[in-house]
C-alpha cells in the first residue's frame, strides 16, 4: 500500500511569508504527527491530529498550525517565516497514535528554505 | 519532551566490522524504536520495542530495550556500505504522548 507521501518536497520563501505544506497518510491511519527536523535541534514534535481534531501539540509559536480533513489528509501552515523556520518538516501517521504500540511512519519530508 | 542521549555522534568503520550505538533517557520509556534515516528520505523504522529486557533483531541488526527501562542498544553485525546513514533512537514515555528523538548516530562505511 501506499506510503506517506508529503508535498511540496522542497521549496523556497522569503522571510515574512507563509506557507502551508500537505500530508497525506498512509490508508486507513486516522493520527497524523507533524515533525520539524534541523541540524542543530534534531527531530522536534509539534503536533499530532485524531480524527481531525488536534490532540497533542509540542512547544512551537503560534505561527505554527495544522488542520487534518476528514479523509485524514492534514496540512500544516507557517505564517510569517523567519530564517530559523529553515527546515525539513516531516510528517508520519498511524493507526491511532499518541504512543503505546502505534509506531510512526514517517514521509520523506517537505524542506523549507526561508531566504 | 524527554531529553534522549544517544552515543556515539558518529561512527566511520570499515566494511565488516560490528557496530554497537546507544541511547539514554532520564525517564522511564514504556516504548523504544530504532530509525534509519538515508539523505532526502524521512526516517525508517528498523526495530520496535515494548518489554524492559527485549532482544529483538531484523537481519544484520538487534536490538535491546534496557532492564532499567531507560536506555537501548542497536547493534549492527557485519557491516555493509548500505548502512551508512544517521540512525535514531526514538521512545514514548509513561506520561509522553510524542514520539521523542535522540540526536542520531551518522555511520560512514567504507569498503
Known amino acids: 500500500k501506499a506510503g506517506v507521501t508529503q508535498t511540496p518536497r522542497y521549496l523556497i520563501k522569503t522571510r515574512g511569508q507563509q506557507v502551508t505544506l500537505s500530508c497525506s497518510p498512509i490508508?486507513?491511519?486516522?493520527?497524523v504527527s507533524w515533525y520539524q527536523q534541523t541540524p542543530g535541534q534534531g527531530l522536534q514534535f509539534l503536533f499530532e491530529?485524531?480524527?481531525?481534531?488536534?490532540?497533542n501539540k509540542g512547544n512551537f509559536p503560534g505561527r505554527f498550525s495544522g488542520r487534518q480533513f476528514s479523509n485524514s489528509r492534514s496540512e500544516m501552515n507557517v505564517s510569517t517565516l523567519e530564517l530559523g523556520d529553515s527546515a525539513l518538516y516531516l510528517c508520519?501517521?498511524?493507526?491511532?497514535?499518541?504512543?503505546?504500540?502505534?509506531?510512526?511512519?514517517f514521509g520523506a519530508g517537505s524542506r523549507l528554505t526561508v531566504l | 519532551g524527554q531529553q534522549l542521549n544517544q552515543s556515539p555522534q558518529s561512527m566511520f568503520i570499515q566494511e565488516g566490522e560490528d557496530v554497537s550505538m546507544n541511547c539514554t533517557s532520564s525517564?522511564?520509556?514504556?516504548?523504544w524504536l530504532w530509525y534509519k534515516q538515508d539523505p532526502g528520505e524521512g526516517p525508517v523504522l528498523l526495530i520496535a520495542?515494548?518489554?524492559?529486557?527485549e532482544l529483538t533483531s531484523n537481519g544484520r541488526l538487534t536490538a535491546q530495550f534496557g532492564i532499567t527501562r531507560k536506555d537501548s542498544f542497536l547493534n549492527i553485525s557485519a557491516s555493509i556500505p548500505s548502512d551508512v546513514g544517521i540512525y535514531f533512537c526514538?521512545?514514548?514515555?509513561?506520561?509522553?504522548?510524542?514520539?521523542?528523538f535522540g540526536k542520531g548516530t551518522s555511520l560512514l562505511v567504507t569498503p
Open positions: 508520519a501517521s498511524s493507526l491511532t497514535g499518541s504512543s503505546g504500540a502505534n509506531v510512526l511512519t
Open positions: 490508508s486507513g491511519h486516522r493520527s
Open positions: 491530529y485524531f480524527s481531525e481534531t488536534q490532540r
Open positions: 525517564s522511564i520509556f514504556n516504548t
Open positions: 520495542l515494548y518489554k524492559a529486557g
Open positions: 526514538a521512545g514514548y514515555s509513561n506520561s509522553g504522548y510524542a514520539l521523542n
